[in-house]
């Protein structure tokens, strides 16, 4: 076969009415005798996530990028199965684009910026979450947040109507640091 026999278009195709969403299918689609036609029998191509990895302010060996200590994953509303990375140090939470954790799928009960923080301390290895005083509440595993509150695998934060599971990369059996001697 020849490449005047069977070309690939890839096009993306946003997701209808989901505001800003960074998951795209993207079609499949091959060229036979001059006509594009839907390739059936090849598998869809789609992209995960659109988002490149934050640039670090700081200069280091990793390339310049932020280093991910763990992820948020959409479990309920919009945005569902959708992720975002946790990196070291204050993350807040809103809808707006420059929060370092920007939950931007359409939910308007998230407050634009700091709806709540999670945090993570590479010293001591541990994550956290506390409210960022907004007026909606910021649950964890079904309970309110009014001090900050230790995070551990599996928990379930409730923010605006998005549910988040919390899934830590970095701990006690994992750094950055120890990782890269």
Not at 73 to 94: A, D, F, H
Request: aromatic share 6%; proline share 6%.
């Amino acid at each position: 076969m020849n490449d005047d026999n069977k070309t690939r278009i890839l096009r993306p195709q946003p997701p209808a009415g989901r505001g800003n969403d960074e998951t795209h299918n993207i079609k499949s689609s091959g060229s036979h005798a001059g006509h594009d036609v839907e390739a059936e029998d090849e598998p869809r191509t789609r992209v995960i996530s659109s988002r490149s990895p934050k640039r670090s302010e700081e200069t280091s060996d990793d390339g310049g990028y932020e280093l991910a200590a763990g992820w948020l994953v959409v479990i309920e509303g919009p945005g569902r199965g959708c992720t975002r990375e946790i990196y070291y140090g204050m993350n807040s939470i809103g809808r707006g684009s420059e929060e370092r954790i920007a939950l931007d799928f359409g939910d308007t009960t998230i407050s634009r910026e700091a709806h709540a923080y999670l945090v993570f301390d590479e010293k001591q290895s541990d994550f956290y979450l506390q409210h960022g005083g907004k007026s909606n509440l910021v649950r964890l595993n079904g309970a309110p947040v009014l001090a900050p509150q230790p995070l551990k695998n599996g928990d379930t934060i409730e923010i605006g109507d998005t549910k988040l599971r919390f899934v830590p990369l970095c701990g006690d059996d994992f750094t950055w640091e120890a990782a890269n001697p």
